[in-house]
């Protein structure tokens, strides 16, 4: 033999059920006249049950990848070879729920004083009605809460909050404002392609340019000369902006009374004139970003949510779906494991968390 050729092969072993019996001894007391057993594990509650970690991926295959129930039962009798009725998953369901109220609490209090935090908000059906899905989240935790009407924002908040100009979020007092330049940039693109604005254009490219700076300084603050110069240039295209519909003939009035109609690309331009610093406030505090992105991702799944189930059947269901997804975006901002987090839940070590 001159030597030997190595190939590896990785896999995964076949899942399958593991019994464990406890048993408790049983003693009668002369002394008393009396029986005694002995006291099980902690958890250990029924002759026949099944175990943490069942109940844990249960919870995840429902909230992590909202698997259908019909289809959830099929999967663990496929990979499991047990049948695990609806009614079982649906109080592994509320005992997450229940669990997780305290760490619930301690998100949304450290999520109120944050220094930043973003908010956003989507409506979905809940029992034929729609309902509004808020949520409130940093870099590296999430608070989610549902209500019957849009307007019904968290208080008590503090530091600067990112939004993308919806004027309710204006009414929340305490705070300082940063607007979503995505949404900046996608108005600025259909003015640009739709309307032939040349305005549109040149902010479009200052916007880019003022996050590049902003990259370029990211451990350090932005030279007070460079943000002077952006902040001119941008002043400047607004002017500009303005001039140019100056120029162009007035838009038809819809009835006899009211006021002048004005066209997108300027009403634009006004709110970016009377929001200056609310648009550019990334350049001045580096704790800002420069899009509202982590809210709209933290919104994304219940978008996911409605195309496979449609809604909620339930006020129940759709307060559970939310505290349990807010523990697992949570954790996995945190960067641990969310099997082993959600697992935890049903054994009562919850982790504590750090930088919330």
């Not at 970003?289 to 919104?299: G, I, K, M, S, Y």
């Amino acid at each position: 033999m001159i030597g030997i050729v190595k190939r590896q092969v990785f896999d995964i072993p076949l899942p399958k059920i593991e019994v464990t019996e406890h048993q408790a001894e049983v003693k009668y007391c002369e002394c008393c006249n009396k029986t005694i057993t002995a006291a099980f594990p902690a958890g250990v509650l029924a002759p026949v049950q099944y175990g943490e970690v069942i109940r844990s991926w249960s919870v995840y295959y429902q909230y992590q990848h909202f698997i259908p129930e019909d289809r959830l039962q099929q999967l663990f009798y496929d990979l499991y070879g047990i049948q695990l009725a609806t009614a079982t998953r649906t109080g592994y369901n509320r005992i997450a729920f229940d669990t997780l109220a305290s760490f619930e609490e301690s998100v949304l209090s450290a999520v109120k004083t944050a220094a930043v935090k973003n908010l956003d908000e989507t409506g979905f059906r809940v029992a034929g009605k729609t309902q509004w899905l808020h949520v409130a989240s940093t870099k590296t935790a999430t608070y989610y809460h549902i209500s019957p009407k849009r307007k019904s924002l968290l208080d008590g908040l503090s530091g600067t909050v990112i939004h993308d100009h919806w004027k309710s979020y204006y009414n929340l007092g305490g705070v300082e404002h940063a607007l979503c330049n995505q949404h900046h940039l996608r108005e600025l693109k259909a003015i640009t392609e739709h309307d032939k604005e040349p305005w549109a254009q040149a902010m479009t490219r200052l916007l880019r340019v003022a996050l590049r700076c902003r990259h370029f300084n990211a451990h350090h603050a932005i030279p007070v000369a460079r943000i002077k110069r952006l902040t001119n240039i941008y002043k400047k295209i607004i002017r500009d902006g303005l001039a140019y519909h100056e120029t162009l003939p007035p838009l038809p009035c819809k009835g006899k009374q009211g006021r002048q109609p004005r066209r997108t690309g300027q009403n634009l331009l006004w709110r970016l004139f009377h929001y200056k610093q609310d648009v550019l406030r990334f350049l001045h505090d580096l704790a800002v970003p420069f899009t509202n992105n982590d809210a709209e991702r933290d919104l994304r799944m219940m978008k996911c949510k409605q195309k496979i189930s449609g809604g909620f059947r339930t006020a129940q269901g759709a307060e559970q779906f939310a505290r349990i997804r807010g523990f697992i975006s949570t954790i996995r901002k945190q960067g641990l494991s969310i099997i082993s987090s959600i697992q935890s839940i049903f054994s009562g070590t919850i982790p504590v968390l750090s930088g919330i």
